[in-house]
């Protein structure tokens, strides 16, 4: 039993990752679980041993700390394969050669059914015959795989939804689309390994950012297809720019080491991060103190569930409204 943080290490972790992993940990210490670190360094390209260092590093200065070894996504292809293998036996896996350019021509000209994701693939591949998949093969095009969401289903055509209680949003529902599970360079894909790694690590409390909200359902889905229990799930708002868009490098100084470079302590990052999402930090010590007090108190359903705009450094305070 425990909760988790997964960051992709592609970068230095920002205000808003900081803050989802404090709050993940809050939360799974304040029901007494253990807590994970799960590096999703699926994409090779964009992943780097530094800056899983770096990330790991920054992780323990605020006073979030794990159990056992880290595990990384790029370690565990073949639990992911055991689980296509899984789904494919049962016939619920397809073949799609589209490309990116191809799946937003056909969005534009088909509308997107009500229940499904915003540009959910509206199943151009369902429909290949064998003679266009074999002059596709043979023109050098490799697939990708995808679900065949609906065929889990009493009747074939009929959509899944699902029905999940966020700790945070409250009821939440959505549509399950053919969501790719193996890309077309082999690599499997977020949401299936995602899946496979919570339930192989025994956790049964997700607390992320709110941006995977709509991916959620397409994982209970999964979940049910590959016999796999389901974790709560708390999504927490993101921490926003004053332009509106997600926090980033583009908005100044928003890592622990700018921030202290800027003059800010790590205790006065955690205060305002926690106070931002409306946890109070007492005047404890260390980072780690303060976090253990904050937790024996600390309920996720309660914190602010509206994004927070990070207005950075006013009279050396940093400031969120
Ligand atoms: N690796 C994802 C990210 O960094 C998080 C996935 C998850 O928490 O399920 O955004």
């Known amino acids: 039993m425990s909760g988790r943080f997964a960051p992709s290490p592609t970068g230095r972790l920002h205000l808003g990752n900081l803050r989802t992993a404090l709050l993940a940990w809050l939360a799974a210490r304040s029901r007494g679980l253990e807590f994970i670190v799960r590096m999703e360094d699926l994409d090779r390209v964009q992943s780097e041993p530094e800056h899983e260092r770096v990330q790991l590093a920054d992780l323990a200065a605020i006073g979030v700390d794990w159990s056992g070894a880290v595990v990384r996504q790029s370690e565990r292809f073949d639990l992911y394969r055991d689980a296509l293998a899984t789904l494919r036996s049962r016939d619920l896996l397809y073949e799609c050669f589209c490309s990116r350019r191809e799946v937003r021509a056909e969005i534009e000209n088909s509308p997107n059914a009500p229940h499904l994701p915003p540009g959910s693939y509206p199943g151009i591949c369902r429909r290949l015959t ?32 699902i ?132 937790a024996s108190v600390f309920d996720i359903g309660r914190i602010r569930d509206e994004p927070s705009v990070y207005e950075g450094l006013v009279d050396g305070q940093m400031t969120f409204r």
Request: hydrophobic content about 35%; charged content about 25%.
């Open 130 to 161: 064998a003679e266009r998949r074999r002059q596709l093969l043979d023109g050098g095009r490799t697939p990708a795989l995808r679900l065949r969401a609906d065929r889990s289903m009493e009747r074939e055509d009929e959509a899944v939804l």
């Open 163 to 294: 029905e999940f209680t966020d700790l945070v949003c409250g009821h939440s529902d959505g549509g399950v689309d053919d969501v790719v599970l193996q890309r077309n360079d082999g690599v499997p894909a977020y949401n299936l390994a995602v899946v496979v790694d919570d339930a192989l690590q025994g956790v049964t409390q997700v607390v992320r950012g709110d941006d995977l909200l709509a991916s959620t359902p397409r994982q209970i889905h999964l979940q049910h297809l590959l016999g796999l229990p389901t974790p709560t799930y708390a999504h927490v708002p993101l921490v926003m720019g004053t332009d509106g868009e997600r926090l980033s490098k583009r908005h100044g100084s928003v890592s622990l080491d700018e921030l202290q470079a800027e003059g800010q302590t790590v205790r006065d990052v955690v205060r305002a991060l926690l106070s931002s999402s409306g946890t109070e930090v007492g005047d404890d010590d260390g980072p780690s103190t303060a976090l253990e007090q904050v």
